[in-house]
């Protein structure tokens, strides 16, 4: 749904860039000039937004986050979106299907994605375990704007189906709401020895400043102090039961403040000077996580 969503907004865009242009081309070019690059810089400007609200309120939090980090975050973020908004999600979603090799006998890892995204946000780390022979199922999140709990049934369908291919309890790789679902699938499936480890990248534990912003069901239930968390928050002591490790970033354009990316009691792992997207794809961070599938 949200590649057909997001294929249908890059038509209407280019159409309505394609439109402007052809009208102003000869009757004032500057316009038709000044028309394309607010198009191909809108999103950029965008980002800028948020990072300007991202440093505003982490400046209160320690390590702030300094400004030429931020600079260099936001350029980083900007190339990312165009790959990861405008190709891999839109059209390559199912371009690295899922790979569940019997008798391979090493841990096999679920990916789960967040907010407005798709399994092919997943696209380097599937291919990288497509080439190691590793087990793995990326999942997608539907519908796409409603209730978090929602998605429990699909995290349990994929964690049966890497567990049956490896007789292993699977380790759950989440980014940014992602963790959230599966903390809601702990919530309502966990057991001692169903999963290996929970591995959140830039995920709002408690909540995120910008969610105030949200109308959808999934994006005020990420709250800070709303109800559906709050109701997490209580259930506290089951997440003690499984082990997660939490990266975080003083960048994350999107979590924050930052310490709400973080979980008590957690291995709870700074990634500063990262965007919220970025941060799944920097090197450190898919070596150091890849990594814990095969540690005790």
């Given amino acids: 749904m949200i590649a057909r969503l997001q294929r249908a907004l890059l038509v209407v865009a280019a159409l309505v860039v394609a439109a402007w242009c052809a009208y102003w081309v000869r009757r004032a070019p500057a316009l038709a000039l000044m028309g394309f690059v607010a198009a191909v810089l809108a999103h950029t400007a965008w980002l800028a937004i948020e990072f300007i609200a991202c440093w505003r309120v982490n400046r209160r939090h320690f390590p702030a986050p300094r400004a030429a980090a931020l600079l260099r975050a936001w350029v980083a973020e900007s190339r990312l979106a165009v790959q990861v908004f405008g190709w891999w999600q839109p059209f390559r979603a199912d371009a690295v299907p899922d790979q569940l090799p019997h008798g391979d006998g090493r841990r096999g890892i679920v990916f789960i994605h967040g907010f407005c995204c798709n399994r092919g946000f997943w696209t380097p780390w599937l291919r990288a375990l497509r080439r190691e022979g590793r087990a793995y199922v990326a999942v997608n999140l539907e519908p796409p704007?409603?209730?978090?709990?929602?998605?429990?049934?699909?995290?349990?369908?994929?964690?049966?189906?890497?567990?049956?291919?490896?007789?292993?309890?699977?380790?759950?790789?989440?980014?940014?709401?992602?963790?959230?679902?599966?903390?809601?699938?702990?919530?309502?499936?966990?057991?001692?020895?169903?999963?290996?480890?929970?591995?959140?990248?830039?995920?709002?534990?408690?909540?995120?400043?910008?969610?105030?912003?949200?109308?959808?069901?999934?994006?005020?239930?990420?709250?800070?102090?709303?109800?559906?968390?709050?109701?997490?928050?209580?259930?506290?002591?089951?997440?003690?039961?499984?082990?997660?490790?939490?990266?975080?970033?003083?960048?994350?354009?999107?979590?924050?403040p930052t310490p709400t990316a973080t979980l008590p009691g957690a291995d709870n792992r700074p990634a500063h000077g990262l965007a919220h997207v970025e941060m799944a794809f920097d090197a450190r961070v898919m070596r150091e996580t890849l990594a814990l599938a095969d540690a005790d």
């Fill in 145 to 256: 704007f409603g209730s978090i709990d929602r998605y429990v049934d699909t995290i349990e369908a994929a964690v049966q189906r890497v567990r049956g291919a490896t007789g292993q309890a699977p380790m759950l790789v989440c980014h940014s709401m992602g963790g959230l679902a599966a903390r809601a699938w702990w919530r309502e499936h966990g057991c001692a020895g169903v999963v290996h480890r929970i591995v959140t990248l830039g995920t709002p534990h408690a909540g995120t400043w910008l969610a105030r912003f949200g109308r959808s069901a999934n994006g005020r239930e990420m709250r800070i102090g709303g109800e559906w968390l709050q109701r997490m928050a209580a259930d506290a002591e089951g997440t003690r039961q499984v082990r997660f490790t939490c990266w975080y970033s003083n960048c994350d354009n999107i979590v924050f």
